[in-house]
């Protein structure tokens, strides 16, 4: 999300984001949604056919 985008959402939600704070939030929304990926393909296991032995 590039820095106008995060500024205009944050707006949206009533939170006054400071130009000094976007590379940290948007480095910190990285982190979360790569995190979040993680679980995700975590939780929902191999995808089908996946299982199978691999040679």
Do not use: F
Request: proline content about 7%.
């Amino acid at each position: 999300m590039n820095h106008a985008a995060l500024k205009a959402w944050a707006a949206t939600l009533g939170i006054v984001l400071p130009d000094a704070l976007l590379p940290d939030v948007a480095a910190l929304l990285g982190a979360m949604h790569a995190s979040a990926r993680q679980l995700d393909s975590a939780l929902t296991g191999p995808e089908s056919g996946d299982d199978e032995p691999r040679t």
